[in-house]
């Protein structure tokens, strides 16, 4: 950060702001996450520099034999890490990702089956605001009013009826375990290929928390940077007789040089989920998210499915006053950051929502464990309680703030902004 200081003083200032927002707040944002210092310094070495279009062994530029071994490293990592038979680790993100997945098997016009935005679904799973909903001819399904989860039969009666090319399976806001053989199933009966997204939960898959989609899908696609703990960043895997429609639509099709820095460490992430210690996170990222979710509904806070099996929960204000906009403010007054979200049955627009999600990743990531999540649980039971209440807000903070001194990110001989990690 000298270098920083001395020749960027606005932009030090802007990091150094971030880094103390993020040592004293509780960050409960079910995306987000805190990487290991090696995962840090990977992303910021030299190969920022570097061009190396093409795969490895097969480039368009120089210079790429080193490139070329941090991502042989990834991609076997990844394989390794989720039985898959091949994997492309230069998506730049999850939608470029979702992309080079869809353009693998469809055309402008053709038919997908999606997850509904409001009931979970992500942008990329046909939202007319995004190029899946602009490019292909959608239809989506959802959760069941009765219970708020996947109703399968459904499912499989939209398939049959709409005869989609491709099916998308997964979501950026279900709480619950997703079957992903039934989605195979069906894609087959249907005559479908079937993309799973597991962005989400794909720390947990890694871990052996939330079933693999890997052996029900033609292809799987992913970010790096949620519960999987890596660098900002997207992976497909495939089987192997989709692995050169994969490789040749991330590029050239739809992406440039790949990104080696991140590449980099990506690979230094999927080490760090082959080894023992990330199953453990997983189970502590999931009995957290139980522990929540209890305290919460304990305190008569609505929860979409009446609970979690995952990472996050969801909280359902529909057919109340109280907005997902306002308790999301509230509650960032008070130290502890989540995002408002649309829930089944959502009235309100996208920037006002009935809804919370709230997840347990990146706190569970900091060495937070089932006595915390009761603490934390309680505050945000109190603060939604009672929005306006800025006496509240600020008794809060302090007491978010004292907990976070006693976890903090990372041990006082590393580099500042990366987890302990021994201790989580
Ligand atoms: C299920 C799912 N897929 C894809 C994405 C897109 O990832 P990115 O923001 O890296 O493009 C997200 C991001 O939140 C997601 O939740």
Redesign the pocket.
């Known amino acids: 950060m000298d270098d920083l200081r001395r020749c960027d003083p606005q932009v030090h200032r802007a990091v150094a702001h971030e880094t103390e927002r993020q040592l004293a707040h509780l960050e409960m944002i079910a ?1 987000e996450n805190f990487v290991s210092p090696a995962v840090r310094e990977a992303t910021g070495s030299v190969f920022t520099h570097k061009y190396a279009e093409g795969l490895p062994g097969r480039r368009y530029y120089g210079g790429c034999e080193h490139a070329d071994q941090v991502e042989e490293l990834a991609r076997t990592r990844a394989t390794t890490l989720f039985a898959a038979d091949h994997a492309n680790v230069q998506p730049h ?6 992309m080079a997945g869809y353009f693998a098997f469809l055309s402008p016009g053709d038919r997908i089956l999606g997850m509904n935005l409001s009931h979970g679904g ?1 942008l ?2 046909g939202s007319p605001v995004n190029f899946s909903g602009r490019y292909f001819d959608v239809t989506s399904y959802g959760v069941s009013e009765s219970d708020g989860r996947l109703d399968y039969d459904a499912i499989r009666d939209a398939a049959l009826r709409t005869r989609p090319k491709v099916i998308v399976a ?3 806001a279900y709480p619950r375990i997703i079957d992903f053989a039934a989605f195979g199933e069906i894609a087959r009966e249907a005559g479908a290929a079937l993309l799973v ?1 597991m ?2 939960v794909a720390g947990l898959v890694a871990g052996g928390h939330h079933p693999t989609p890997v052996p029900h899908a033609d292809v799987v ?1 992913t ?1 790096t ?2 519960t999987l703990r890596g660098p ?3 992976l497909v895997l495939c089987r192997q007789e989709h692995a050169a429609a994969i490789d040749k639509m991330v590029f050239p099709c739809i992406q440039g040089g790949p990104l080696v820095h991140v590449i980099a460490a990506k690979a230094v992430a999927l080490g760090e989920a082959l080894s023992p210690g990330f199953a453990e996170y997983g189970r502590r990222v999931v009995e957290n998210a139980r522990v929540l979710a209890d305290v919460l509904l304990e305190r008569g806070v609505r929860l979409v499915s009446g609970g979690t099996d995952t990472h996050l929960v969801l909280v359902d204000f529909v057919g109340g006053d109280l907005t997902g906009k306002q308790a999301e403010e509230a509650l960032g007054r008070a130290g502890i950051a989540v995002n408002k979200n649309t829930v089944p049955g959502e009235t309100r627009s996208p920037f006002v929502t009935s809804g919370l999600r709230i997840g347990t990743p990146a706190v569970t990531t900091r060495g937070m464990g089932p006595g915390e999540m009761r603490r934390i649980g309680g505050w945000i039971a109190d603060v939604v309680e009672d929005v306006e209440n800025e006496d509240l807000a600020a008794r809060v903070r302090r007491e978010v703030e004292e907990l976070c001194r006693g976890f903090p990110l990372y041990r006082p001989d590393s580099p500042p902004g990366g987890p302990d990690l021994a201790e989580a």
């Open positions: 995306s993100s999850g939608a470029q990702a979702n992500h990329t799973h997964g979501a950026s997204d962005a989400h696609t970010t940077h949620k900002r960043g997207g």
